[in-house]
C-alpha cells in the first residue's frame, strides 16, 4: 500500500540566471513498511526532497501525499498536527530544544498531541538507544552523537507512520552507527514504519529495502 | 614616525555599530528622553512648591512676610526685629474704611511703617508707581480700588472724594467726606480692595496698633521653611500677652519634608525604571554583537578602546537623549507646574509659581546621566573585558546547568515558564522594571484617592450641612436657631438626620479650678503659638477676676455643650466607640475637649465648677471622658478653656435658657444640591444664620482633584509607557532568539496556536509574577508614603476598581505583545527558520 508519493515535485529558488532547481520534477512513491535510502552528492537535493515529504517546506509545483493526506491542502496548523501525529524527522543538526531534558524532547511530540506517553516504549528506546543513564541531561551538556540518538529517539515515541531520516549517522560512530540503524529497523519491522533516510554512505545505504538516487534535483534510479 | 589614528578608527567602527543597531539606539534614545524629561518635570515641581512656600502670603494679604503677630505693642515690635533668624518686622494697622450704601466693596486704608512698606508691600506688588502719602489727604490705591472708583487712567495729584469711617471703637469719625489726593497706585496679586494713607491720617483716626484686629507685625524669616520649635522661641522672645499667638503654619515643615519626601520618591522612581530600559536596550545590542566583539578582540582591540568603541556609541545616545528630554520637560513644566501646585497644596488662592532655573537642568542632566551611567557600567565592564572565546561561546538563550530534573506533563504554562527564566538577568530587569511601574501606579492611585474632593470634604466636614448661629456670640448669647426650625429641616425631603449641638458661656472660677486645670494650662502655653511668659500674666487676670464680670475677651471663660443622641453617635464613632453612651446619657460626666492639639486628659475624672453666663448660682459637672482624637462639635470657642460637652438633657438642667449653636445636618444622600438648596430656602429670611454644605468647597476641590489627576496620571503614564515599551523590547529580542528553537518545535508538531497560547502564557508569568511582587511591596509602601504625605487626614483607600482595570490591563498587555510580537517576527518559511 502507497503511503508517501510524489508527484512532479519541484522546487526552484531565485529567478533568472540565478535560478536554481532543487528538485526538479521528482516522482516518487514509498510503500508502507518499506526502507528507502536516498543517496546523491552534496546538493543533489536530498534534504530539499525530504523536507517536502514532510511538509516542512512548499513545492513550486507538484504534490505531496502522506499518509493519506494531500499536504497542500492542509493549513499551517493542520500540517503542524500531521507532522507530529504521522511524521518523526531526525535532523541533520537534530533541532533538540534547549531548555528540555532528554526525556522531555523526547515525549514533546505526543505532549503536544495531548496523548499519554507510552513510558516502557520510551524507556526502551533510550536503553536501545544508550541514553537511560542521560534522561536528565539537557542537551548542551551532551556530545553530537549523543544529542543525535535523542533526535531519534524523539522520532520514535510518537511512533509516527512515517520517518523521515537526514543523515541520522552522520555524527556518531561505525559501532553506535550500526546501533542506531537496528532501532530505526527494528521500530519500522515492529510498527509497519515507513523510512526514508538521506545518507552519504554507501554501507548504511545498503542497510535500506530500496536505495533511490537523487542528482541535480532529478531521481536517477 | 608614523601617526596612529586609532581614535578616529574606533569611532568610525562605532559609527558603523550605531548606524547597525539603529532601532535599539532609537529606542535608548527614546528612553533617555524619557527619564530626563520626568526627571525635569519633578524637579521642576519641587523648586516651584518652594517658591510657593515661601511666597505663599503674597495673594492672601499681597505682602512678602512669614509669619504675623497681630495687635503687637512697640515693645514687642522692637524685640521682634533683635529677635533671631528675623530678617525684618514692619508694622501696619487698618484704620478706615470707605462707606458702601452703593453695594460697592468697601476700600480699607492701612497705614505701613517703612519697613512694611519698603520690605514688605513694594516687593509683593505686580507694579506700583507714585510715593508713599505724606500728608494728611494723600492716599495711594490699589488698582482694584481704583476701578472700583471708576479710575481706569489714574493721574498722580488727582484729587477722589471719598467718604470714611474710623476703624477705632473710641472714635467718632464716621462718615467723614474727604478729598484725596493721589500719590501713587500699585497692583496686587490678590484682589484686595486697599489703600494706604499717611502716618498722619492714621493717627487722626484713633486707631491703635494694639486694637483688636486692626494692627499686625509682619515678619520676614531669614529661612522661610520655619520648624514650630523655631516660632515658639520667637514668640517667648518677643513675649507674647494676653491670648496672642503668632500666626504661622506649624506644619509648614513637616508638609516640605513630605514633599521632599514625594518628589525623592518619584526621582527614584524614574532614575531606576530609566536605568533598567537602557540597561536591558544595551544589553540586547552587546548580545546581537559579541561575536563582533570577540573578533575584535581577537585582531587586538584593547580593553580601553574595547570602552571607548562602546562609549561613543552610548554617548551618540546620550546627548539627542537628553537634549530632548529636557528641552520636553521645559515645556511640560512650564505648563503642567501651575496646575499641579494648586492641586498638591491644596489652598484655594495661591499664587502659583512657575519657577524654572538653570540650575534644574544641571540636576536634571546629571540625574539622567546617573541613570545612563547605572544601566551601562556593569555591563560596558565586562563586555571590554570578554575575551575572544568567552565571546564566540556567548549565548544568552541556553540556560546554563547540566541536569533538570523530569517533568511528567510537559504543558504550555509550563514550557512559559522555563522560558521566562532561561535568561534569568534580562527576566529580573524586566520584572523589576514592570515591579516598578505598577508600585508607582499603586502610590499614585492612593495618593489621587486620598486627595479626592470627596475624601477631603468627608473627613473635613462631619455633617452634610451646617446651621450656624452665627451671631451667637455678638449680642451674648443671640438665639437665632429655634427647635422650631429644627423641626422644619428635619422634615425636609433628602435630611437624614439633624444634629442638635447647644452651647453657652461659662466662667470658672480661678480658685476652685487652677488647681485641677494646672498641668492643661501649662500645656496649651507650650504650644508653639503660644508663649510662656503670657501664663503667668493670664493667671493674673483671671485671678483677679471678680465675681459676676462678664467682660470679653477675659480669662478662665469656657463652653458647656449639650449634644443629642445622634451628635453623640458620631463623636463617639470618630473615638472608636470609646465613650460610654449610656452612662452620658444618665448624665454621669461629661467629655472634655482640649484646645488645638491639647489633651484634656488630665481632667478625667475631676469636678469643674462654673458659673454658667447670666445665672448667679454655681454648677458643676464631673469630666468622664477626654475628648482628645475627636473633633470638637462646636463652631464657637472660649479663651484656651476646655469645651465641656454634656447630654442635652443635662445641659437643660444646667442652663436655664438653652441656646442652639449650630445644627449639623446630615443627608440621605451625601453631596445632594437639591437638598442643600430646600435647607437655603427655610433659611432664606435668617440673616442671623449661616449655611455651609460640603458641596461648596466641592467644586473648588475637584478642580484640584483633577488636576492633581491629570499630572498624576501624565506622570505614570510617561512611566507605564517606558516600561511597555522596555517589555515589548525584550519580549521582541527574547523571540528573536528563539526563532529558530520555536521553528524546531513547529517542525516536530507544535503548531503556531499552541506557540501562541505559550507567547500569551509567557507574558502572563511576567505580569502575574510582577504584579505578586508589586502587590507584596507596594500595597504597605502605598500606606507609608499615603500616611507621610496626608496633609488633610483623609483615611487609607485602596480602590479596588480602579487597580483591578489596570491589572487587567497589565496583564491583557503582557500577554498579549508576545502574541503580536511573535505573529510579526515569526514568519518565513519553517525550513528557512530552521537553518537560522
Given amino acids: 500500500m502507497e503511503i508517501l508519493s510524489a508527484r512532479k515535485l519541484k522546487k526552484y529558488y531565485g529567478e533568472g540566471d540565478s535560478l536554481v532547481k532543487a528538485l526538479d520534477g521528482v516522482d516518487l512513491s514509498v510503500e508502507q513498511g518499506e526502507f528507502v535510502a536516498v543517496v546523491g552528492s552534496s546538493g543533489s537535493g536530498k534534504s530539499t526532497l525530504l523536507h517536502m515529504l514532510g511538509g516542512l517546506d512548499v513545492p513550486t509545483s507538484g504534490s505531496v501525499c502522506a499518509a493519506g493526506h494531500e499536504l497542500s491542502k492542509l493549513s499551517e496548523n493542520e500540517l503542524a498536527i500531521f507532522r507530529r501525529r504521522k511524521i518523526g524527522f531526525v535532523f541533520q543538526d537534530y533541532n533538540l530544544l534547549p531548555l528540555l531534558n532528554v526525556y522531555e524532547n523526547i515525549v514533546l511530540p505526543t505532549q503536544l498531541d495531548g496523548r499519554k506517553t507510552d513510558r516502557a516504549f520510551v524507556e526502551e528506546l533510550l536503553k536501545r538507544l544508550g541514553l537511560a543513564d542521560r534522561q536528565e541531561a539537557l542537551p548542551n551538556c551532551l556530545s553530537g552523537g549523543q544529542q543525535q540518538r535523542v533526535a531519534i529517539a524523539r522520532a520514535l515515541a510518537a511512533k509516527p507512520a512515517i520517518l523521515l531520516a537526514d543523515e541520522p549517522t552522520g555524527n556518531l560512530d561505525t559501532r553506535t552507527s550500526q546501533e542506531v540503524l537496528g532501532v530505526l529497523k527494528a521500530a519500522g519491522e515492529c510498527y509497519s514504519q515507513t523510512i526514508v533516510m538521506i545518507t552519504h554512505n554507501p554501507e548504511i545505504a545498503q542497510l535500506a529495502g530500496r536505495i533511490i538516487r537523487i542528482e541535480d534535483g532529478k531521481i536517477c534510479a | ?836
Avoid at chain 2, 163 to 183: G, K, M, Q, R
Avoid at chain 2, 306 to 325: A, D, E, R, S
Avoid at chain 2, 493 to 507: A, F, L, P
Fill in chain 2, 1 to 836: 614616525m608614523m601617526k596612529i589614528r586609532n581614535k578616529k578608527i574606533l569611532r568610525m567602527l562605532a559609527g558603523k555599530a550605531y548606524r547597525k543597531n539603529l532601532r535599539q539606539n532609537l529606542m535608548m534614545i527614546f528612553s533617555i528622553a524619557m527619564t530626563a524629561f520626568l526627571i525635569t518635570v519633578v524637579f521642576s515641581l519641587g523648586i516651584s512648591y518652594y517658591k510657593t512656600v515661601t511666597e505663599r502670603n503674597l495673594a492672601s494679604e499681597g505682602m512678602k512676610y512669614d509669619v504675623s503677630l497681630p495687635e503687637p505693642t512697640d515693645e514687642q515690635i522692637q524685640k521682634a526685629r533683635e529677635a533671631d533668624g528675623v530678617k525684618c518686622a514692619g508694622l501696619a494697622v487698618k484704620c478706615a474704611v470707605t462707606d458702601s450704601d452703593d453695594g460697592k466693596d468697601r476700600i480699607r486704608f492701612w497705614w505701613a511703617d517703612e519697613i512694611c512698606w519698603e520690605k514688605q508691600c513694594r516687593p509683593a506688588f505686580v507694579m506700583w508707581e507714585g510715593t508713599y502719602p505724606e500728608k494728611e489727604n494723600e492716599i495711594m490705591l490699589s488698582t482694584q480700588a481704583l476701578s472700583e472708583l471708576g479710575i481706569e487712567q489714574p493721574e498722580t495729584g488727582m484729587g477722589i472724594p471719598l467718604i470714611w469711617s474710623s476703624l477705632s471703637e473710641d472714635s467718632d469719625l464716621n462718615n467723614c467726606e474727604t478729598v484725596f489726593y493721589l500719590t501713587g497706585w500699585f497692583e496686587e496679586y490678590g484682589s484686595h480692595n486697599s489703600g494706604y494713607i499717611s502716618k498722619e491720617f492714621y493717627e487722626r483716626t484713633g486707631v491703635k496698633q494694639t486694637d483688636t484686629t486692626n494692627g499686625v507685625l509682619y515678619i520676614s524669616l531669614e529661612n522661610p521653611l520655619y520648624s514650630s520649635a523655631y516660632i515658639k522661641k520667637l514668640g517667648n522672645q518677643i513675649g507674647l500677652i494676653g491670648n496672642q499667638v503668632i500666626y504661622s503654619d506649624a506644619l509648614l515643615f513637616v508638609k516640605f519634608v513630605r514633599l521632599a519626601a514625594g518628589i525623592l520618591f518619584l526621582t527614584v522612581m524614574t532614575l531606576v525604571s530609566g536605568a533598567l530600559f537602557v540597561y536591558n536596550i544595551f544589553y540586547i545590542s552587546v548580545a546581537r554583537e559579541i561575536r563582533h566583539y570577540g573578533q575584535y578582540k581577537t585582531i587586538g582591540m584593547t580593553v580601553s578602546q574595547m570602552k571607548k568603541y562602546l562609549l561613543w556609541q552610548i554617548f551618540w545616545n546620550v546627548l539627542p537623549g537628553i537634549l530632548g528630554g529636557l528641552s520636553l520637560g521645559c515645556v511640560v513644566a512650564l505648563w503642567a507646574v501651575p496646575y499641579m501646585l494648586g492641586a498638591l497644596s491644596g489652598e484655594a488662592g495661591m499664587r502659583q509659581v512657575v519657577a524654572f532655573h538653570p540650575i534644574l537642568l544641571v540636576l536634571a542632566s546629571v540625574v539622567t546621566l546617573l541613570a545612563v551611567w547605572g544601566g551601562c557600567r556593569q555591563l560596558l565592564e565586562k563586555t571590554a573585558r570578554l575575551t575572544p572565546v568567552e565571546a564566540v561561546r556567548f549565548n544568552e538563550s541556553v540556560r546554563p546547568g547540566k541536569e533538570k530534573r523530569r517533568t511528567k506533563e510537559i504543558g504550555m504554562f509550563q514550557m512559559a515558564r522555563w522560558n521566562i527564566f532561561r535568561s534569568r538577568k534580562r527576566f529580573m530587569v524586566s520584572a523589576a522594571s514592570l515591579c516598578m511601574v505598577i508600585v508607582v501606579f499603586l502610590v499614585v492611585s492612593v495618593i489621587l484617592q486620598q486627595n479626592s474632593a470627596k475624601a477631603i470634604l468627608n473627613k473635613q466636614y462631619q455633617y452634610d450641612a451646617r446651621v450656624l448661629n452665627s451671631k451667637l456670640r455678638d449680642d451674648q448669647e443671640h438665639a437665632g436657631i429655634t427647635e422650631e426650625l429644627a423641626e422644619q429641616i428635619s422634615g425636609l425631603d433628602g435630611v437624614k438626620t439633624v444634629r442638635k449641638v447647644y452651647s453657652q458661656e461659662v466662667q470658672y472660677d480661678y480658685a476652685d479650678t487652677y488647681e485641677i486645670m494646672k498641668d492643661y494650662m501649662r500645656a496649651v502655653y507650650e504650644l508653639p503659638l503660644m508663649s510662656e511668659s503670657q501664663l503667668e500674666e493670664n493667671l493674673k487676670v483671671w485671678k483677679n477676676r471678680l465675681p459676676g464680670d462678664e467682660t470679653y475677651p477675659g480669662q478662665g471663660q469656657g463652653r458647656l455643650v449639650g449634644i443629642d443622641e445622634a451628635e453623640f453617635d458620631v463623636l463617639n464613632k470618630q473615638g472608636n466607640g470609646n465613650l460610654d453612651k449610656e452612662a452620658f446619657f444618665r448624665g454621669e460626666g461629661a467629655i472634655a475637649f482640649g484646645f488645638l492639639s491639647v489633651s484634656a486628659e488630665s481632667l478625667v475624672g475631676k469636678k469643674l465648677n462654673f458659673q454658667v453666663y447670666g445665672q448667679p448660682q454655681e454648677s458643676s459637672v464631673t469630666v468622664k471622658w477626654s475628648g482628645d482624637g475627636i473633633e470638637t462639635p462646636v463652631y464657637f470657642t472660649n479663651d484656651v478653656m476646655p469645651d465641656i460637652i454634656v447630654c442635652e438633657e443635662l445641659f437643660r438642667e444646667l442652663v436655664t435658657v438653652p441656646i442652639l449653636e449650630l445644627l449639623d445636618i446630615d443627608y440621605e444622600e451625601a453631596f445632594d444640591t437639591t437638598t442643600d438648596q430646600a435647607i437655603a430656602k427655610v433659611l432664606e429670611n435668617h440673616d442671623d444664620l449661616k449655611l455651609s454644605t460640603k458641596t461648596e468647597d466641592y467644586d473648588l476641590l475637584y478642580g484640584n482633584e483633577l488636576r492633581l489627576r491629570v499630572i498624576g496620571g501624565s506622570l505614570c503614564a510617561v512611566l507605564v509607557v517606558l516600561t511597555f515599551l522596555n517589555y515589548g523590547n525584550m519580549m521582541a529580542v527574547s523571540i528573536q532568539s528563539r526563532r529558530r528553537e520555536l521553528a524546531a518545535m513547529q517542525s516536530i508538531g507544535m503548531t503556531r496556536s499552541q506557540q501562541k497560547i505559550m507567547m500569551a502564557a509567557e507574558g502572563f508569568h511576567y505580569a502575574l509574577i510582577a504584579g505578586g511582587i508589586s502587590l507584596a511591596a507596594g500595597l504597605p509602601l502605598s500606606y507609608l508614603i499615603s500616611a507621610a504625605v496626608n496633609t488633610y487626614h483623609t483615611p487609607y483607600q485602596f480602590l479596588i476598581l480602579p487597580n483591578l482595570l489596570f491589572f487587567a490591563v497589565l496583564f491583557a498587555f503582557c500577554s498579549l505583545i508576545p502574541v503580536v510580537l511573535y505573529q510579526f517576527l515569526q514568519r518565513g518559511r519553517l525550513i528557512e527558520l530552521l537553518k537560522e
